[in-house]
């Protein structure tokens, strides 16, 4: 029978991995293969010896949460320096950019 220490364990550890393949899938400049986190289903509550292994997902998916904003708004930037701004064509082309 697996205990509730290595059920967190195993899990947390799975999204640590996750994270890290988010992290490469963003370096490549691919936004789109960052895959959605949810947290477990099924899982009892969290045992205390894996509060630390917590806090470390926690902060590493603040990081990556702020790395992802900070390239979505770069490529923002871009596109409305790079697009015609007087042209319908310019605006929907910026839209595009921004979803």
């Given at each position: 029978?697996?205990?509730?220490?290595?059920?967190?364990?195993?899990?947390?550890?799975?999204m640590l991995?996750?994270?890290?393949?988010?992290?490469?899938?963003?370096?490549?400049?691919?936004?789109?293969?960052?895959?959605?986190?949810?947290?477990?289903?099924?899982?009892?509550?969290?045992?205390?010896?894996?509060?630390?292994?917590?806090?470390?997902?926690?902060?590493?998916?603040?990081?990556?949460?702020?790395?992802?904003?900070?390239?979505?708004?770069?490529?923002?930037?871009?596109?409305?320096?790079?697009?015609?701004?007087?042209?319908?064509?310019?605006?929907?082309?910026?839209?595009?950019?921004?979803?």
């Amino acid at each position: 029978m697996t205990t509730a220490p290595d059920r967190w364990t195993a899990a947390l550890t799975q999204m640590l991995a996750e994270l890290d393949e988010a992290r490469r899938a963003l370096a490549d400049g691919d936004v789109s293969r960052v895959p959605t986190f949810a947290v477990p289903a099924g899982l009892p509550p969290l045992p205390p010896e894996c509060a630390d292994l917590a806090h470390q997902v926690a902060r590493e998916l603040r990081s990556l949460e702020s790395e992802i904003a900070g390239e979505l708004a770069s490529r923002s930037t871009v596109a409305r320096r790079t697009t015609p701004q007087g042209s319908a064509a310019g605006r929907s082309r910026r839209f595009e950019a921004i979803a």
